[in-house]
């Protein structure tokens, strides 16, 4: 065999293996999508979101998991946006180029990717534990300081991406820096920020681990956050794990509920991201 | 007239721009506390726990909330075995997606197949965890684990490797579904990081005669090294602290795992079974002190990660 055939042979079984692998995932993710969908489709419909869990053995649907997390994953992405856009201006406006800047930005990158349970456990020793008891609020809290280093990354992206002379044209007449910053710069960015609150929205709306010690659940409808309080995950967690038929069918339909959702919010984000050449 | 609407403009300016600068160093301020908080809450929370067992809460795996003793062996070697498993099958495979998709796939294919792969990425890890529970454990099972237990001889190492309940939940199958949970973020990320190596240098080794498996080999991948390491601690930060792709399938079995297909527990899945349900005062303050071992174990990880993506944009 020739060198040049060598090198065909060899390259010839690297573009095998490339599209092998290639193969293997898809088809795996198109199992689970497979699986997700063929499940979940018949608990899909109207009784769903109009009734509350059931008993084992009896019809219902998920409206009390779903009116809980759509509270606390507001509260916590209001409070992800204030904070989030707040420390992304920041580092963008104020610190840019200071190793203070470099270090927060290190271990906002750090937070981005900390494992969620632990977000959970520190929220249980810093609001439940003191304060006596499971709520909605500290589900809210626990979430918001996940969805907020998301917020900041985005922030702070879509800031730098802003022209200089944007800056400079709003000082020259006359703006102070706050000004610029709150009438120019938010302004020509919003699209941009609006990313990464919907980015961050996605994230959370999935999260279960940093539910379970802080909003712990609910089994009745409760749009009280002061109270423990029910969310799609938790359900779907305590419902797949149970032997009942019907909540089973129930957790595939909650859990079909949440990947669309988040599908849907992750396209629109990337469609905003695209206009706002955020990449 | 002119003058006075111009001092009042600069008066409003002073308070206002002071404030606005303080409130955006306070929420940057706030998040840092934050972190610093997680760590000492997470000391705090779990100091009872190393002050009863000392350095033995590392290295036994004795797990009983009967007797109120606590070691975290198991759950520590669990979840560095799961990660380390996901990531080695996790790994060629998303090298091997991102090549194909940057180097062979017409782009008419590649742009569709790369956002649903990035699509996919973001699906929540319960739906993952449910895939593991219903679909990937019962097949695993019947098609994988019983074969193999009828095969085995008894003593052989076929036997001491895979031996374990064949219920599919073990600590081979959790690291299954964390390999397909991380498997479309590193092979998303693998393509973003490859695309952003400027096509000349590509097409310059192509128009030396180069083949395709040669310019990957000599300039995609030496020129992205660093970033790629960094990549793979991404995915194993990931792993490491995953909580409910694992939680569903695992088998929950504190002691040390005999074999790879028998029931274990990681940290993560320790923590979210019993922590509402902790018996005692130690049983609580062992699960926060798993949960400081994981904070360290993770943040170390990530750290190295992020130092070496730091000329990136990932």
């Known amino acids: ?279 | 007239m002119a003058e006075a609407s111009a001092s009042s403009a600069i008066e409003r300016r002073g308070p206002g721009e002071a404030l606005f600068r303080f409130a955006c160093a306070g929420a940057a301020t706030l998040l840092m506390t934050a972190l610093a908080g997680v760590v000492v809450s997470l000391a705090i929370g779990g100091w009872p726990a190393f002050r009863a067992f000392g350095p033995a809460f590392l290295y036994t795996a004795t797990w009983n909330p009967v007797t109120d003793v606590y070691g975290a062996a198991g759950p520590i070697v669990g979840t560095l075995l799961t990660a380390t498993i996901a990531l080695s099958f996790a790994l060629p495979l998303a090298l091997g997606v991102a090549v194909f998709l940057v180097e062979f796939c017409p782009a008419r294919l590649a742009t569709p197949i790369g956002i649903a792969i990035e699509l996919l990425a973001g699906i929540p890890s319960i739906v993952y965890g449910m895939w593991g529970l219903f679909v990937l454990a019962p097949w695993f099972a019947a098609y994988i684990q019983m074969p193999i237990a009828l095969s085995a001889e008894a003593g052989s190492w076929a036997d001491t490797v895979f031996s374990g309940t064949p219920n599919g939940a073990n600590i081979f199958t959790a690291a299954l579904v964390l390999a397909v949970m991380i498997l479309p973020y590193m092979a998303a990320v693998f393509r973003e990081l490859f695309l952003t190596i400027p096509p000349h240098v590509r097409e310059a080794a192509y128009g030396l005669g180069c083949t395709s498996l040669e310019v990957v080999h000599s300039i995609t991948i030496p020129s992205v090294r660093r970033s790629i390491v960094g990549v793979v601690m991404l995915g194993l930060g990931r792993a490491l602290g995953e909580t409910m792709a694992v939680t569903f399938i695992i088998g929950n079995s504190h002691s040390l795992p005999r074999s790879l297909f028998d029931g274990g527990a990681t940290i993560a899945s320790t923590i979210a079974n019993e922590f509402t349900e902790a018996t005692g005062a130690l049983h609580e303050a062992s699960l926060v002190a798993l949960g400081l071992i994981l904070f360290l174990i993770t943040f170390g990880v990530l750290a190295i990660a992020r130092a070496l993506l730091r000329s990136t944009d990932l």
Not at chain 1, 10 to 35: D, E, H, K, Q, R
Not at chain 1, 168 to 193: D, F, K, P, S, Y
């Open chain 1, 1 to 279: 065999m020739t060198r040049a055939d060598r090198r065909k042979l060899a390259n010839g079984v690297f573009v095998a293996l490339c599209g092998i692998a290639t193969a293997i995932a898809l088809s795996l993710l198109v199992a689970i999508l497979w699986a997700l969908v063929g499940r979940g489709l018949g608990g899909m419909g109207i009784l769903l979101f109009t009734s509350d869990q059931p008993a084992p053995g009896s019809i219902g649907g998920l409206r009390n998991a779903i009116v809980g997390s759509l509270i606390m994953c507001g509260l916590g992405m209001a409070g992800a946006l204030v904070i989030g856009i707040l420390a992304g201006t920041w580092l963008a406006e104020y610190a840019s180029g200071t190793r203070t800047a470099a270090t927060v930005r290190f271990l906002n990158d750090v937070l981005l990717s900390a494992p969620s349970i632990l977000i959970g456990l520190f929220v249980y020793e810093l609001l439940v534990a003191p304060f006596g008891g499971f709520s909605g609020y500290a589900g809210a809290v626990a979430l918001a300081f996940i969805a907020t280093p998301i917020v900041v990354r985005t922030t702070e992206d879509i800031l730098l991406l802003q022209p200089a002379e944007l800056r400079e044209a709003g000082m020259a007449v006359g703006a102070g820096r706050a000004l610029v910053i709150r009438r120019i710069m938010w302004r020509a960015a919003r699209t941009g920020l609006l990313t990464g609150g919907l980015l961050g929205f996605a994230r959370i709306s999935g999260e279960t681990a940093p539910l379970l010690f802080t909003s712990l659940g609910n089994q009745f409808f409760n749009a009280d956050a002061a109270q423990p309080m029910a969310s799609l995950p938790t359900t779907i967690f305590q419902f797949a794990l149970s032997a009942y038929d019907q909540w089973q069918n129930l957790a595939w339909a909650g859990a079909l509920l949440i990947a669309v959702a988040v599908l849907i919010v992750n396209i629109v984000g990337r469609i905003l991201a695209r206009e706002s050449h955020l990449s």
